[in-house]
């Protein structure tokens, strides 16, 4: 476990299910970035039966990292949140995944319909550990039903340390559009840390996001696949107002034959590539008949095969 002072963090890694794993968060790490890094999340029932799944696993130089859990039971929220503490620098509750499987268990944003019982696991967890602890929701279940002040009124009063808002509802999922504004409502009711969460995938999006709403902080999610160079140049941007360039694309190739070969050195050659196929259209999306080459990349399990393709994009957009 690492210590960490929350006025310090301006930059969150999202954490997304069956992406952000060590090798994802340890590449960032690599590119610069100070950021707190999260794990995927963790289900507080399977780890009350299996404390140490391989995707809690993670490297000292993570840190400050965050474990995130997703319950609706204090008890065992409070019990996951144990089993973790010596290895986070935070316990983040999820109160905010949209998807039907986890909302099916009245999980995730499932929560937002049960903000007493939002607020009792914050206060078990708070009371079972020593450490930070977080918890990220959204506006609501629905456009209709939008309960996001009140929601987060009382985590505050039942001890959160600090909250990430991601500003649309549940039905939305990730379509629309994220209604900062309503982020700007949140920072003004609270006097705990909140961070903003929704369409930012640019420094050029941060520097609006912040305008608006006057966040503590960004928290970004799909915005770092294929770019591990976002969270640094965020930070930069925060700390001085400078705006670095993004990569080129000989250097997000780099960064993806990198990936790919931790990946393979970690799961094997076989699996590595096809984990790697959800990846390459974020890698190359500025390249054009990108779709075309996703399409083949994503039929390759040779690693030269895949090895020529990207050479034949360098090579046929070099002057882009």
């Not at 509750?93 to 039907?100: A, E, Q, R, Y």
């Not at 708070?126 to 985590?155: H, T, Y």
């Amino acid at each position: 476990m690492k210590s960490l002072n929350i006025k310090t963090v301006k930059v969150i890694q999202a954490p997304l299910a069956g992406i952000s794993d060590i090798i994802y968060r340890g590449l960032i790490r690599a590119y610069g970035s100070k950021c707190l890094l999260s794990t995927e999340m963790l289900s507080s029932e399977a780890l009350s039966t299996q404390p140490n799944p391989p995707i809690a696993q993670f490297d000292p130089c993570e840190y400050p990292l965050s474990f995130q859990i997703v319950g609706h039971k204090p008890h065992l929220m409070a019990k996951a949140a144990q089993a973790l503490e010596n290895r986070a620098s935070v316990i983040d509750l999820n109160f905010g995944c949209p998807v039907t499987k986890v909302v099916k268990s009245g999980d995730g944003s499932a929560m937002m319909k049960t903000p007493q019982l939002a607020a009792d696991i914050v206060k078990a967890v708070k009371d079972a550990v020593a450490i930070p602890v977080s918890a990220k929701f959204r506006l609501g279940w629905s456009s209709e039903n939008e309960n996001f002040i009140e929601f987060a009124r009382l985590l505050e009063a039942a001890g959160v340390d600090f909250v990430t808002l991601h500003a649309r509802t549940r039905t939305q999922m990730y379509g629309g559009f994220a209604n900062w504004e309503k982020i700007a409502c949140l920072k003004a009711e609270l006097g705990i840390p909140v961070f903003a969460n929704g369409d930012i995938k640019t420094v050029q999006d941060v520097q609006r996001c912040i305008e608006v709403t006057k966040a503590d902080g960004v928290s970004i999610g799909r915005g770092i696949m294929g770019d591990f160079t976002l969270p640094a140049r965020i930070e930069k941007f925060l700390e001085t107002g400078k705006i670095l360039p993004p990569p080129t694309l000989q250097q997000k190739i780099e960064m993806l034959r990198e990936h790919l070969k931790l990946e393979m050195e970690k799961m094997g050659t076989l699996n590595g590539i096809r984990y790697m196929r959800k990846f390459y259209s974020f890698y190359i999306s500025s390249v054009r008949n990108a779709s075309k080459y996703r399409q083949v990349l994503v039929t390759l399990e040779d690693y030269d095969k895949i090895e020529k393709t990207l050479n034949e994009i360098l090579a046929l957009h070099s002057s882009d």
